[in-house]
Protein backbone atom coordinates (compact mmCIF):
# COMPACT_ATOMS: atom_id res chain seq x y z
CA UNK A 1 0.00 0.00 0.00
CA UNK A 2 1.59 3.40 -1.04
CA UNK A 3 0.66 6.20 1.17
CA UNK A 4 -0.23 9.70 -0.98
CA UNK A 5 0.54 13.23 -0.36
CA UNK A 6 -2.10 16.05 0.71
CA UNK A 7 -1.69 16.98 -2.21
CA UNK A 8 -2.29 13.77 -4.44
CA UNK A 9 -4.89 13.25 -2.69
CA UNK A 10 -6.77 16.29 -3.54
CA UNK A 11 -5.93 16.24 -6.89
CA UNK A 12 -7.49 12.55 -7.21
CA UNK A 13 -10.71 14.43 -5.18
CA UNK A 14 -10.26 17.25 -8.25
CA UNK A 15 -10.24 14.36 -11.15
CA UNK A 16 -12.92 12.58 -9.47
CA UNK A 17 -15.07 15.05 -9.22
CA UNK A 18 -14.34 16.68 -12.43
CA UNK A 19 -14.84 13.11 -13.75
CA UNK A 20 -18.61 13.04 -12.04
CA UNK A 21 -19.32 16.31 -14.12
CA UNK A 22 -18.52 14.49 -17.01
CA UNK A 23 -20.69 11.65 -16.53
CA UNK A 24 -23.52 13.76 -15.77
CA UNK A 25 -22.75 15.82 -18.78
CA UNK A 26 -22.93 12.67 -20.88
CA UNK A 27 -26.08 11.62 -20.04
CA UNK A 28 -27.59 14.96 -20.90
CA UNK A 29 -28.68 14.80 -24.66
CA UNK A 30 -26.94 17.33 -27.07
CA UNK A 31 -29.97 18.64 -28.11
CA UNK A 32 -30.83 19.35 -24.38
CA UNK A 33 -27.93 21.39 -23.25
CA UNK A 34 -29.96 25.05 -23.64
CA UNK A 35 -32.25 23.24 -20.97
CA UNK A 36 -33.14 25.11 -17.83
CA UNK A 37 -35.95 24.57 -15.25
CA UNK A 38 -36.53 28.37 -15.18
CA UNK A 39 -35.38 31.47 -17.37
CA UNK A 40 -33.16 33.12 -15.01
CA UNK A 41 -30.97 29.86 -14.19
CA UNK A 42 -27.96 28.39 -16.21
CA UNK A 43 -28.41 26.06 -18.75
CA UNK A 44 -26.81 22.69 -19.25
CA UNK A 45 -24.56 24.22 -21.47
CA UNK A 46 -24.19 27.18 -18.88
CA UNK A 47 -23.55 25.27 -16.07
CA UNK A 48 -21.00 23.37 -17.73
CA UNK A 49 -18.95 26.46 -18.85
CA UNK A 50 -19.25 27.85 -15.16
CA UNK A 51 -17.44 24.73 -14.26
CA UNK A 52 -14.83 24.82 -16.64
CA UNK A 53 -14.46 28.77 -16.05
CA UNK A 54 -13.91 28.42 -12.55
CA UNK A 55 -11.91 25.97 -11.92
CA UNK A 56 -9.20 27.53 -14.63
CA UNK A 57 -9.69 30.08 -12.84
CA UNK A 58 -8.75 29.06 -9.05
CA UNK A 59 -6.23 26.51 -9.94
CA UNK A 60 -4.32 29.47 -11.92
CA UNK A 61 -4.69 31.88 -9.15
CA UNK A 62 -3.73 29.40 -6.47
CA UNK A 63 -0.18 28.51 -7.91
CA UNK A 64 0.35 32.40 -8.19
CA UNK A 65 3.51 33.73 -6.52
CA UNK A 66 1.00 35.57 -4.32
CA UNK A 67 -2.58 34.56 -4.76
CA UNK A 68 -5.11 37.03 -3.51
CA UNK A 69 -9.13 36.81 -5.04
CA UNK A 70 -9.95 40.17 -4.52
CA UNK A 71 -7.51 41.40 -6.67
CA UNK A 72 -10.17 41.37 -9.16
CA UNK A 73 -13.87 40.86 -9.71
CA UNK A 74 -15.18 37.66 -10.09
CA UNK A 75 -15.91 38.07 -13.73
CA UNK A 76 -12.72 39.86 -14.76
CA UNK A 77 -10.62 36.59 -12.81
CA UNK A 78 -13.29 34.85 -15.43
CA UNK A 79 -12.03 36.65 -18.41
CA UNK A 80 -8.60 36.66 -17.46
CA UNK A 81 -8.37 33.17 -16.82
CA UNK A 82 -10.96 31.28 -19.61
CA UNK A 83 -11.07 33.75 -22.01
CA UNK A 84 -14.02 32.72 -24.16
CA UNK A 85 -14.97 29.46 -22.76
CA UNK A 86 -18.97 30.39 -22.68
CA UNK A 87 -18.65 29.89 -26.59
CA UNK A 88 -21.55 28.18 -27.76
CA UNK A 89 -19.58 24.47 -28.53
CA UNK A 90 -20.83 20.95 -29.66
CA UNK A 91 -21.45 18.45 -26.56
CA UNK A 92 -18.36 16.41 -27.37
CA UNK A 93 -16.33 19.45 -27.26
CA UNK A 94 -17.74 20.70 -23.74
CA UNK A 95 -16.66 16.94 -22.50
CA UNK A 96 -13.28 17.40 -24.11
CA UNK A 97 -12.68 20.73 -22.80
CA UNK A 98 -13.92 19.68 -19.36
CA UNK A 99 -11.27 16.92 -19.13
CA UNK A 100 -8.41 18.87 -20.89
CA UNK A 101 -9.39 22.04 -18.16
CA UNK A 102 -9.06 19.77 -15.29
CA UNK A 103 -5.58 17.73 -16.50
CA UNK A 104 -4.03 21.46 -17.09
CA UNK A 105 -5.29 23.00 -13.85
CA UNK A 106 -4.26 19.68 -12.11
CA UNK A 107 -0.29 19.37 -13.79
CA UNK A 108 -0.13 23.12 -12.77
CA UNK A 109 -0.94 22.34 -9.45
CA UNK A 110 1.58 19.61 -9.01
CA UNK A 111 3.93 21.65 -10.45
CA UNK A 112 3.51 23.99 -7.55
CA UNK A 113 4.12 21.33 -5.30
CA UNK A 114 2.90 20.73 -1.63
CA UNK A 115 4.70 23.17 -0.26
CA UNK A 116 3.48 25.68 -2.27
CA UNK A 117 -0.54 24.65 -1.65
CA UNK A 118 0.40 24.62 1.96
CA UNK A 119 0.87 28.53 1.84
CA UNK A 120 -1.68 31.48 2.34
CA UNK A 121 -3.96 32.95 -0.22
CA UNK A 122 -6.53 35.56 0.02
CA UNK A 123 -9.96 34.49 -0.99
CA UNK A 124 -13.09 36.38 -1.99
CA UNK A 125 -14.10 37.17 1.52
CA UNK A 126 -10.83 38.74 2.25
CA UNK A 127 -10.04 36.17 4.56
CA UNK A 128 -7.07 33.70 4.97
CA UNK A 129 -6.33 30.14 4.03
CA UNK A 130 -4.77 27.53 2.76
CA UNK A 131 -4.19 27.25 -1.12
CA UNK A 132 -4.82 23.17 -0.40
CA UNK A 133 -8.06 24.00 1.53
CA UNK A 134 -9.23 26.79 -0.93
CA UNK A 135 -8.53 23.81 -3.89
CA UNK A 136 -11.13 21.93 -2.10
CA UNK A 137 -13.01 24.26 -1.80
CA UNK A 138 -13.55 24.70 -5.60
CA UNK A 139 -13.92 21.13 -5.76
CA UNK A 140 -16.77 21.33 -3.80
CA UNK A 141 -17.83 23.73 -5.97
CA UNK A 142 -17.89 21.10 -9.21
CA UNK A 143 -19.53 19.09 -6.32
CA UNK A 144 -22.43 21.90 -6.03
CA UNK A 145 -22.60 21.85 -10.07
CA UNK A 146 -22.93 18.09 -10.61
CA UNK A 147 -25.62 18.18 -8.49
CA UNK A 148 -27.48 20.68 -9.99
CA UNK A 149 -26.82 18.71 -13.91
CA UNK A 150 -28.35 15.19 -12.24
CA UNK A 151 -31.29 17.68 -11.11
CA UNK A 152 -31.61 18.83 -14.87
CA UNK A 153 -31.53 14.93 -16.33
CA UNK A 154 -34.29 14.22 -13.44
CA UNK A 155 -36.25 17.14 -14.85
CA UNK A 156 -35.94 15.67 -18.45
CA UNK A 157 -37.17 12.05 -17.40
CA UNK A 158 -33.48 11.02 -17.32
CA UNK A 159 -31.67 8.88 -14.88
CA UNK A 160 -28.33 10.16 -13.83
CA UNK A 161 -24.85 9.03 -13.68
CA UNK A 162 -24.36 8.64 -10.54
CA UNK A 163 -27.66 6.98 -9.47
CA UNK A 164 -27.35 4.79 -12.62
CA UNK A 165 -23.69 3.46 -11.02
CA UNK A 166 -25.31 2.82 -7.75
CA UNK A 167 -28.26 0.49 -9.55
CA UNK A 168 -25.26 -1.28 -11.18
CA UNK A 169 -23.98 -2.67 -7.79
Known amino acids: ?28 PA ?33 RRCPDFTRKTFPDFIKYYAGDVG ?16 RHGARLIKEAGEVQMLQLVRRFDGEHSTRLT ?17 LYARLLGLTPALTRRIEDY
Open 31 to 63: RQFDFRPKQEVRSVAELVAHVIETGSMWSNELV
Open 134 to 150: WMHHGIAHEEYHRAQIA
Open 1 to 28: MSTKTLLEEALEAWEVARQGVISEVRII
Open 87 to 102: QPRAKGDWVRLLRSSQ
